[in-house]
C-alpha cells in the first residue's frame, strides 16, 4: 500500500517554471514506477512523465519532452516534476501515481496508487 501526496502547484504565467513534488508513505519506494498525470475540465487524464524504479529510464509525453523533467529521491520517498517554460495548455490538475508495472506504461490503468492531485494554471 502506497500513500500519494502531491504539493508545488499554482497559478503561473507562461514561460515561467514550477516544480511539483509528490511524497509517499509506506516500504518499499523503490519497488515502484513513479508517473505523474494531468487532467484538464472536460478532458481524460494523460500521462506526462514517468521514471524507474531507481531512476535510471525516464518517459515522457510528447507534449513535454524537453520541457519538463521527471527525477526521484528514494532516500526521502519522493517523486519530482520540474516544469520548465509553460504554456497555456499545461493548466491542469497534476496526479502523481506509483504503478508496479514498467516506466514505458502510459496508461492509468497500469497504476494502482494515487494522490488527490494539485492545481496547475499557467496564463497568458
Known amino acids: 500500500q502506497v500513500q500519494l501526496v502531491e504539493s508545488g502547484g499554482g497559478l503561473v504565467q507562461a514561460g515561467d517554471s514550477l516544480r511539483l513534488s509528490c511524497v509517499a508513505s509506506g516500504r518499499a519506494f523503490n519497488n515502484y514506477i513513479m508517473g505523474w498525470f494531468r487532467q484538464a475540465p472536460g478532458k481524460e487524464r494523460e500521462f506526462v512523465a514517468a521514471i524507474s524504479r531507481y531512476g535510471s529510464t525516464t518517459y515522457y509525453a510528447d507534449s513535454v519532452k524537453g520541457r519538463f523533467t521527471i527525477s526521484r529521491d528514494n532516500a526521502k520517498n519522493t517523486v519530482a516534476l520540474q516544469m520548465n517554460s509553460l504554456k497555456d495548455e499545461d493548466t491542469a490538475a497534476y496526479y502523481c501515481?506509483?504503478?508496479?508495472?514498467?516506466?514505458?506504461?502510459?496508461?492509468?490503468?497500469?497504476?494502482?496508487?494515487w494522490g488527490q492531485g494539485t492545481q496547475v494554471t499557467v496564463s497568458s
Open positions: 501515481a506509483a504503478s508496479l508495472g514498467v516506466v514505458k506504461a502510459t496508461t492509468t490503468s497500469t497504476y494502482a496508487y
